[in-house]
């Protein structure tokens, strides 16, 4: 099985905190971006090769339009054998999204939606730039639902500026009332060259002891709710997991379509640079080495909270995990970061928040 991720580059406006590759665009561009795609796509077109996720990302795809991700998804049946049960993903912002973008994007067979939100706060939302307000967010919930897509996550992002453990609550109580099945809450990153990191010092941002303290009260209390903490930023209830993100986590093959999508597909990994005007011009993509080694399928699955584990490493490199891997990890268990059962390792919410540490002294 494999994966495709179909990155498109155009938002209304950019927030002052994104570093992904976007901007405004005109429908030109967008028609000449739908063609470019379709090109890439048929380099790749094989009907024996089965494709069971496919996630439209951003950008903003909402603002690319219905009629033209419906065109891409048309060529996919076409041109690949894409399973009937695939899990077909298409994120949006409440603002761009209306009544006919729905309706389309259902027809073209879109089951799952990923809405940026990143916060129900009114002068939180201000901050990061979101446009739209709660009746937004609830309206576009409502459109995608009332045409039987009930598979929605919601962003929600932590360590805002003002932000407080009593204003997550109350976002995270606005994301319950609307009845998603999934929750991605991640914490803010300053990336250079963005408006936010020119202003950083300006920002009232929180410490990073408050925002690890928001990090575990999100994980407690979504819990309580009935979600599933099931990799570091996801959160859903049972049998709404993302599985095209899931996809990465478990070094699985997925192709890239876009300036700036990345792949892992057949053992090499490969990317396209941060360029419009290359992709148009069907510059191929760069290599970037072998993908799906044994470091890198212990790093990611360590993402996950189901964790590592020594049987599955075996059966896919032939070989038993180092013992010297489990003798280190006994240190973070007595602190409670991570739990050994067997020959599985996996982090706990509190060694989620460490894990970068935490692999890297595991691994060398």
Same mark, same amino acid.
């Given at each position: 099985? @494999?994966?495709?991720?179909?990155? #498109? ?17 005109? &429908? ?11 090109? /890439? ?18 950008? @903003? ?5 219905? &009629? ?23 994120? /949006? ?81 606005? #994301? ?14 300053i990336e250079e060259g963005t408006p936010f990191a020119e202003d950083e010092k300006k920002l009232d ?30 959160? *859903? ?86 013992? *010297? ?33 935490? #692999? ?5």
């Open positions: 099985m @494999t994966g495709i991720y179909i990155h #498109i580059p155009f938002c209304k406006s950019k927030c002052p905190y994104c570093d992904f590759y976007s901007f405004k665009g005109d &429908e030109k561009q967008k028609d000449s971006y739908l063609r470019a795609v379709l090109f /890439c796509l048929k380099g790749y077109a094989d009907r024996k090769l089965r494709v069971d996720t496919l996630y439209f990302g951003g950008g @903003t795809p909402s603002v690319f339009g219905g &009629e033209r991700i419906g065109r891409i998804i048309s060529y996919i049946r076409e041109g690949f054998d894409l399973q009937k049960d695939a899990e077909i993903t298409v994120e /949006c912002n409440p603002s761009s999204t209306d009544e006919n973008f729905v309706c389309q994007v259902k027809r073209a067979g879109v089951n799952r939606v990923s809405m940026g939100m990143q916060s129900a706060v009114a002068g939180e939302r201000k901050i990061l730039g979101r446009p739209s307000g709660r009746e937004d967010i609830k309206r576009a919930v409502d459109l995608f639902k009332n045409e039987g897509i009930e598979n929605i996550s919601l962003d929600l992002m932590l360590g805002v500026p003002h932000q407080t453990v009593e204003s997550i609550d109350e976002s995270i109580d606005f #994301i319950l009332s609307l009845g998603v099945k999934h929750i991605s809450a991640y914490m803010l990153k941002l929180p410490d990073e002891d408050t925002v690890a303290a928001m990090y575990l009260h999100t994980s407690e209390r979504l819990r309580r709710e009935g979600f599933l903490h099931y990799e570091i930023s996801n959160f *859903a209830l049972e049998g709404y997991h993302s599985r095209h993100n899931t996809r990465y986590w478990k070094c699985e093959d997925y192709i890239g379509i876009g300036p700036s999508a990345h792949s892992c597909y057949k053992g090499k990994r490969f990317y396209y640079s941060r360029s419009f005007r290359d992709f148009l011009s069907g510059k191929e993509p760069l290599y970037d080495g072998e993908g799906g080694g044994d470091e890198e399928y212990i790093m990611l699955a360590l993402r996950l909270r189901e964790g590592l584990d020594g049987k599955k490493y075996r059966e896919r490199y032939g070989k038993a995990l180092d013992e *010297a891997i489990f003798k280190k990890a006994e240190k973070y268990e007595k602190n409670g970061l991570l739990n050994i059962e067997g020959d599985r390792i996996s982090l706990t919410p509190e060694g989620f928040l460490l894990s970068n540490s935490i #692999i890297s002294d595991l691994l060398y």
